[in-house]
Structure formats: C-alpha cells, structure tokens
C-alpha cells in the first residue's frame, strides 16, 4: 500500500539555521512526490514537486529537496530559515489516479 | 486570478444534522477532489471527480458521505446524519488538467472547518 512517512512531528530551529525535514515513501511504481507547506487557517500551498530527472529539486521560498530511490526519501531542506517559515509541513506522493497520499506532518518552530 | 473558495468557512453542527460544504474550483480546471483533515493529520483522500463524473469515491467513510459535480465546476460535499467523528477541515483542490505530466499541481482550497457538537 501507498504510504508516507514523515518521522519528526515537532522540530524547533533557531531563524537563520539550515533545516532539514525527512520524508520516506512507500509506492510501487515511480512515485511522484510534492512538499505542501500549511499556515493556521490556509489551505495547503505547494512548495515544490518531482516528477522525473534531475533528483534535486528548487521550489518556492528557497526550499529544494532532494529524491533518493534507494533510501525511499524525499527530504526537504533550507539553508537558513525565517521566522515566517513557522507552519506544518506535509510530504505527499500522488497516486496513479493523481490523488495525493500524505504524511502525518511536521510542526515547524522558529526561535528568534 | 482567484484561487479555490469554500464555503463556508466554518461550520457547527448538532449530532444527526446534514450539512453541505461547497467548492468553487478554479475557472476551467478538469480534475477536483475532496480531502478531509482531522486535527493533527495530514489530509486524507476522500473522492475525485474529472469534470463532472466521480471517477473514484473510495475514500468515503460511509454512505453518509455524497458528493455531486454536476455540471463540472461548483462541487459539494454533503453529510447526512452528521456524527462527532465528522468533525474536521474539508478541503477542496482543483488541478488543471488530467494527472500525468510535470505540470500537475492540485490548488488547494482554504477548507471548512465543520464541528459536530
């Protein structure tokens, strides 16, 4: 069965430090795989996405991640992260019929 | 251009009421779903639709989940008989074209935040 696992519920980081959020996935065929980052009260907006090609992928407000098929991850980084970067992150992997399969979440904290 | 809009925004209901939750997908996208989102999870599929046939509902709870799209745009998702094990955000998300290809991206809606009480 499709799944998406993403181990850290609540990670806190200092405003400037790199972050590095984890995500494994579990898909028979060639997964194709998004990061959707989630503010109090919005909907989910899309951070970046792989379908094919290049593993390391740039998104929006300087995120990349990077595809490894022999770990099943799809971790996602920022070299220094903004206080306005606080929110709930989601790994998801879109399932043959384009539904979006995701993780459980990560918590976001930033101390100033 | 606008995004996805819900409504309403926030909804409460008492235990056995039926509600309705709307969506307005953006202007000429084909492919629409519904997730739902219980409090400290991540989104769980509920139904698709591609214009106005629902092509998979296997994500429905029960039967006392509907949801319609007919004439392809404005969907809405109803519970009958609604239970406190209802209460979460509803969301809606609309794509442009069919699945496949590097350009698919789902547009997420703002969802309803509906509490059985």
């Known amino acids: 069965a499709q799944s998406v696992t993403q181990p850290d519920i609540h990670i806190t980081v200092s405003e400037g430090a790199s972050l590095e959020l984890r995500c494994n996935y579990s898909?028979?065929?060639?997964?194709?795989l998004f990061w959707y980052v989630q503010s109090p009260g919005q909907g989910l907006q899309l951070l970046l996405k792989y379908f094919s090609g290049d593993t390391l992928v740039q998104g929006i407000k300087g995120f990349e991640a990077e595809f490894k098929r022999s770990q099943s991850s799809f971790n996602l980084r920022k070299p220094s992260v903004h206080w306005s970067d606080a929110a709930e992150y989601f790994c998801a992997v879109s399932s043959n019929t384009g539904k979006l399969i995701f993780g459980q979440g990560t918590t976001l904290q930033v101390k100033p | 251009g606008a995004g996805v809009s819900q409504s309403p925004r926030y909804k409460v209901a008492k235990r056995g009421q039926d509600v309705a939750l709307r969506c307005d997908p953006i202007s000429g996208h084909v492919s629409l779903f519904w997730y739902q989102q219980a409090l400290g999870q991540g989104p769980e599929f509920l139904t698709y639709f591609q214009n106005e046939a629902q092509l998979d509902k296997s994500g429905l709870p029960s039967d006392r989940f509907f949801a319609e799209r007919p004439e392809g745009s404005v969907s809405t998702l109803k519970i009958q008989r609604t239970q406190q094990e209802d209460s979460a955000v509803y969301l809606c998300a609309s794509s442009l074209a069919r699945w496949r290809g590097s350009s698919y991206e789902q547009y997420f809606g703002p969802g309803t935040r509906l509490t059985v009480t």
């Open positions: 898909y028979g065929a060639t997964p194709y």
